[in-house]
């Protein structure tokens, strides 16, 4: 059964999405993936033709039911538990990882979290964890993917590329955040951490790029849509006039993995309705 109480996505009702399958036999990591934009994520790739592990660190039934759903629909897919933000146990579902699917070919970097504070009463801890699990996080993921996808190279039937990170971001690598100033340093930090792999690992054939989601509807930002004021207020920010929903970001990281953007390296894919056009300028300044 589908966990995601935004939008409920079924796998069944993806299963004739990609008849060409553009992910067949690759196999893809998505961490955080056991709700939200996560969760869509490894059911798109999946949809794709993709063998996916649905990373978690909390409520184990969800990521199997997600696990679960996908087999069910002629998929294949793990769940593996790890702290995102924990050396040992990144490793270990690695090594859980080959085990199963022998390989990897698409490493996505979503775990995130917020943890808000005016600035001057953030705490080190929430400071700590929040750049622990959102930055550190994707630099522990990216390091074994990218040794896997540096020992076994292209295999050109597969894949053009080695291998593909795929970081989410968020509009906030470049939009500040006043009272999230832990969450919009680990998103730029973030920015800096494709740009370098990407530049350090183009000529291996690895392609890095990040995607950058606005306010998409999930658990992590219910309070800013939930109500018809706060939507109201927040399709201010939006030029395109609606609230994002999770299949905008799976969708998005199925082009992104494929073969059909071979050529883009490098770069933030922002798929934010237009946030980042600061709309608040359209009538001002
Ligand atoms: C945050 C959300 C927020 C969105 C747009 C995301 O990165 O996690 O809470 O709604 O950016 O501001």
């Known amino acids: 059964m589908p966990n995601d109480p935004m ?14 399958s553009p992910l067949k036999g690759q196999a893809a990591l998505v961490t955080g993936a056991n709700s939200g934009i996560g969760e869509s994520i490894a059911r798109y790739l999946a949809a794709a033709g993709a063998k996916v592990v649905v990373n978690y660190v909390v409520n184990p039934e969800a990521a199997e039911a997600v696990a679960a759903d996908i087999r069910s629909a002629g998929g294949d897919a793990v769940a593996i538990a790890a702290d995102v933000s924990n050396e040992a146990e990144v490793q270990a579902m690695f090594k859980q990882m080959f085990d199963k699917f022998g390989t990897i070919d698409i490493m996505v970097n979503n775990a995130g979290l917020q ?34 996808f540096l020992r076994r190279g292209v295999r050109p039937e597969i894949s053009a590329a080695a291998g593909k ?51 998409i509807k999930t658990p992590i930002n219910t309070s800013a849509w939930e ?10 920010l939006i030029p395109y006039g609606r609230v994002g929903i999770t299949p905008d970001i799976g969708k998005t990281a199925v082009w992104l993995a494929s073969d059909e953007s071979d050529y883009v390296h490098g770069v933030t894919l922002f798929v934010d309705g237009g946030m980042t056009c600061y709309p608040g300028f359209a009538t001002g300044g």
């Open 7 to 20: 939008i409920a996505i079924s796998q069944a009702d993806l299963v004739n999405q990609y008849p060409h």
């Open 115 to 148: 943890r808000d504070a005016p600035f001057h009463e953030m705490t080190l801890e929430q400071w700590n964890f929040v750049l622990a699990v959102n930055l550190t996080g994707q630099f522990l993921c990216s390091r074994e993917a990218i040794r896997e």
């Open 165 to 215: 990170v795929i970081c989410i971001s968020s509009v906030h690598e470049v939009i500040p955040w006043a009272g999230h100033a832990n969450y919009a340093s680990s998103k730029g930090g973030i920015f800096m951490l494709m740009k370098s792999l990407a530049q350090e690992y183009g000529p291996e054939k690895i392609r890095v790029n990040s995607i950058g989601p606005g306010a």
């Open 227 to 236: 109500s018809p004021d706060a939507e109201k207020k927040l399709l201010k």
